[in-house]
C-alpha cells in the first residue's frame, strides 16, 4: 500500500500544480478587458447564434470556474464572474462552453460516446475502488477465487470510469478548438486578447489531461494488485 500512497501523493501533486496555475492564469486574464466591451454572456449568446443555435439558454451559476454545458436541458451555464466579466478569460470560457453546445447540436461522436458512458460511470466510480479493496482483502483471508472475481468486478467499473477519463480529453480539445476558431475568425478579441484566451484554455484541458493520467494510474496499480495475486 506504500506504493499506492506515493502514486497517489504524486498524482494530487501535479493535479494541485496544474490547478493552481490555472487559477493564476485566469486572474491574469480577467485583468485584460475586451476592446468590444462585450460580457461572457454576450459572447456566448453570439457564438450559439453564429452557429445557428436558438434553443440553448445562457445562464448564470454560483460559484468560481463552475462553467459547463448540460446537453439535457440545453443550458450554457456560466459562474457568475464569467457571465458578467468582459475580459479575455470570461470570452474564452464562455465560447468554450457553446463550443459543446456546437458538438451537441452537431453530434459530435465523441460527446455523444462521453454522454452514453455518464450514467454507467456515475453509479461505478464510488463502488469500485471498494469492490477491488474488498475482493483482494476476501480473496486473501478466506483463499476463494470469488475474492478475486469481486475485485475483478471493481476493476471493470474502475475501467469505464478510466476510459470515461480520456474520451472526455477529445471533447474538451475540440470544444477549445471551436471556441478559439470562432474568437478569432468573428473578431471578437485582439490579437493580444485572443493570445490570453489560448493561454487560458491550454491550462484548463490540461486539468483534463492530468486527470486521465490519474485513473489509468490507478487502474494499473489496482491491475497489479488483483492479478499479481492470482
Not at 1 to 15: E, K, Q
Not at 88 to 97: L, Q, Y
Not at 162 to 187: G, H, M
Request: net charge positive.
Amino acid at each position: 500500500m506504500f506504493g499506492y500512497y506515493i502514486l497517489i501523493g504524486a498524482i494530487a501533486l501535479v493535479s494541485w500544480a496544474v490547478s493552481n496555475t490555472l487559477k493564476r492564469k485566469f486572474d491574469k486574464y480577467s485583468k485584460v478587458q475586451l476592446r468590444n466591451g462585450m460580457s461572457g454572456a454576450e459572447v456566448a449568446q453570439k457564438m450559439l447564434a453564429d452557429h445557428g443555435i436558438y434553443d440553448v439558454e445562457v445562464i448564470s451559476t454560483p460559484g468560481k470556474l463552475t462553467d459547463h454545458y448540460n446537453p439535457k436541458n440545453k443550458t450554457v451555464n456560466l459562474s457568475e464572474a464569467v457571465y458578467h466579466q468582459r475580459n479575455a478569460a470570461a470570452a474564452a470560457v464562455a465560447a468554450h462552453e457553446c463550443g459543446h453546445a456546437v458538438q451537441h447540436a452537431q453530434a459530435y461522436s465523441w460527446l455523444q460516446m462521453r454522454s452514453t458512458l455518464v450514467p454507467v460511470v456515475s453509479v461505478s466510480s464510488g463502488m469500485s475502488q471498494w469492490l477491488v479493496i474488498g475482493g483482494l482483502i476476501l480473496g486473501g483471508a478466506a483463499g476463494l477465487g470469488l475474492g478475486w472475481w469481486v475485485a475483478v468486478a471493481g476493476l471493470v467499473m474502475m475501467g469505464f470510469a478510466t476510459v470515461f477519463s480520456f474520451i472526455t480529453l477529445p471533447v474538451e480539445y475540440d470544444a477549445s478548438n471551436r471556441a478559439l476558431a470562432w474568437l478569432q475568425n468573428k473578431n471578437i478579441v485582439s490579437q493580444e486578447e485572443y493570445k490570453g484566451s489560448e493561454d487560458a484554455l491550454k491550462w484548463a484541458a490540461r486539468t483534463y489531461l492530468v486527470a486521465a493520467i490519474g485513473a489509468l494510474a490507478n487502474l494499473l496499480y489496482w491491475a497489479l494488485q488483483v492479478f499479481g495475486r492470482d
